[in-house]
């Protein structure tokens, strides 16, 4: 039931027409930087501790309600792609898959970093339209009990296949997947649950960092590639992203955590490019937890 009201939702986002999304999108970041709640709280901590923007000012309040603006008009956006691809237009696409082709054409597995930035299922869309080989996306148990259905629907629209991380075989079935030739997609902005994972600079604090990529890259041998879609316009967005890290091509034996400090520094630079399209309501820092 849960899933055809996910489905439902969807669609129904998806015909808004463009005025009222528009409209929708301001209304909702007003509302959002204005009301209390725990979303509110934890990005003013976020944008004063590492924006330096106290919450009384206007220029933080004005950035809250990007931030929130932009989160509605690309969940919009994203609907529309899901119910009817082709609706958005990609910018920088072709480049990026080229690269993916080539790691392809030499037999290798990717490992591919995107964060919460733009649109993250689009980019899930991008990734598995640029690979031949099956894409398996890591994904979180969501909260709300009976919903990971609907995600699995969502992402299969996509093209991907989704690997729960709560799974005890999580490693076994990471491992498998690129030792075999497909690839996997990690969304590796978030804290690591679990192992503390490597401690890395991120935006001038030390954090401590998925350490998943690193890992699966140098045990199996994996290219990382990063890639995230940023919105542009109305319908519009980018494809950024490149070569993090290539264990054959890296002078010399690099630890887990100097490729995890190259995977932080790329989603770094993508935030202080397009600061209002990431997430900030997450409990990213020590101060914010």
């Avoid at 204005?34 to 009384?56: A, E, F, Q, W, Y």
């Avoid at 309600?65 to 920088?92: D, K, M, N």
């Avoid at 030499?106 to 080989?133: L, M, P, Q, Y």
């Avoid at 002078?251 to 397009?274: D, F, H, N, P």
């Amino acid at each position: 039931m849960k899933t055809l009201l996910f489905r439902c939702l969807v669609h129904l986002l998806a015909i808004l027409p463009d005025s009222i999304v528009e409209s929708l999108a301001n209304s909702v970041a007003w509302l959002s930087a204005t009301l209390p709640s725990r979303r509110l709280r934890l990005i003013r901590i976020n944008v004063d501790k590492i924006l330096g923007l106290p919450s009384h000012t206007s220029f933080a309040k004005t950035f809250y309600r990007q931030v929130f603006a932009s989160q509605v008009r690309c969940l919009i956006e994203t609907c529309r792609e899901v119910v009817t691809p082709g609706t958005i237009t990609l910018e920088g696409e072709e480049e990026w898959r080229h690269l993916v082709h080539r790691l392809e054409n030499d037999g290798r597995s990717i490992i591919f970093a995107a964060a919460h930035i733009g649109s993250w299922e689009i980019t899930g869309a991008v990734v598995a339209r640029a690979c031949n080989k099956q894409v398996h996306a890591l994904a979180k148990l969501p909260k709300v009990q009976g919903t990971s259905a609907a995600l699995e629907w969502l992402r299969g629209r996509l093209g991907l296949s989704v690997l729960w991380s709560h799974k005890k075989s999580l490693v076994r079935d990471m491992i498998s997947s690129l030792r075999s030739g497909e690839h996997l997609a990690m969304v590796i902005d978030q804290k690591p649950e679990g192992r503390a994972g490597d401690t890395v600079q991120f935006i001038g604090k030390p954090i401590a960092f998925v350490g998943g990529p690193a890992a699966m890259s140098l045990r199996c041998n994996a290219a990382i590639v990063s890639v995230a879609t940023v919105r542009t316009g109305a319908k519009r967005f980018r494809v950024v992203g490149g070569l993090i890290f290539d264990p054959q091509a890296a002078e010399g034996l690099k630890s887990e955590g100097q490729v995890s400090q190259l995977c932080a520094t790329e989603i770094e630079r993508w935030i202080r490019l397009y600061p209002e399209q990431w997430t900030w309501e997450y409990k990213r820092w020590v101060f914010s937890s």
